[in-house]
């Protein structure tokens, strides 16, 4: 008798193949991709070197438009459904930067609350700003947020 050691890999492969939806959602002609950050202190802050710092940010996109899948041909870009029109929390899915370049050193974004928390390790006035990247739409750039870090 023959085993087909095999056999139970291709059964799992094939359990996972899915047909994509026949109605999928693209941005809408009046599509925006806005993205706010702040602090608990608002767009200005004041810490002292050394201290975390919680960064908060707020995505709004849409409209998203429903529309047949096999309309945007192969190459189409196209969501199963559209993201909610508003995300109170996503600091953690950004990517943030600090004028001067790498003056802040940011936790791993690993946290539940989706909040992204900085410090800096020397005195002085930083410029805090976070780009947001989604499905179908060109990136997004925040407002900007200003850190004086005292000693």
Same mark, same amino acid.
């Given at each position: 008798?023959?085993?087909?050691?095999?056999?139970?890999?291709?059964?799992?492969?094939?359990?996972?193949?899915t047909q994509p939806p026949?109605?999928?959602?693209?941005?809408?002609?009046?599509?925006?991709?806005?993205?706010?950050?702040?602090?608990?202190?608002?767009?200005?802050? /004041?810490? !002292?070197?050394?201290?975390? *710092?919680?960064?908060?940010?707020? =995505? %709004?996109?849409?409209?998203?438009?429903?529309?047949?899948?096999?309309?945007?041909?192969?190459?189409?870009?196209?969501?199963?459904?559209?993201?909610?029109?508003?995300?109170p929390e996503v600091a953690?899915?950004?990517?943030?930067?600090?004028?001067?370049?790498? /003056?802040? !050193?940011?936790?791993?974004? *690993?946290?539940?609350?989706?909040? =992204? %928390?900085?410090?800096?390790?020397?005195?002085?006035?930083?410029?805090?700003?976070?780009?947001?990247?989604?499905?179908?739409?060109?990136?997004?750039?925040?407002?900007i947020l200003v850190v004086?870090?005292?000693?």
């Amino acid at each position: 008798m023959k085993r087909h050691c095999g056999l139970p890999v291709i059964m799992a492969l094939l359990a996972g193949c899915t047909q994509p939806p026949d109605r999928v959602f693209v941005p809408g002609s009046l599509f925006t991709h806005v993205i706010e950050v702040r602090t608990a202190q608002g767009a200005a802050a /004041a810490v !002292k070197t050394g201290e975390w *710092l919680t960064l908060h940010a707020r =995505r %709004r996109t849409g409209p998203w438009t429903e529309v047949d899948r096999k309309s945007l041909g192969k190459d189409g870009c196209w969501v199963g459904s559209p993201p909610p029109a508003e995300e109170p929390e996503v600091a953690t899915d950004l990517t943030w930067r600090t004028d001067p370049l790498e /003056a802040g !050193k940011f936790d791993d974004g *690993l946290r539940q609350d989706h909040v =992204r %928390r900085v410090r800096f390790s020397a005195p002085g006035r930083y410029v805090l700003k976070a780009t947001s990247a989604t499905w179908c739409s060109s990136q997004a750039d925040s407002n900007i947020l200003v850190v004086v870090v005292r000693p």
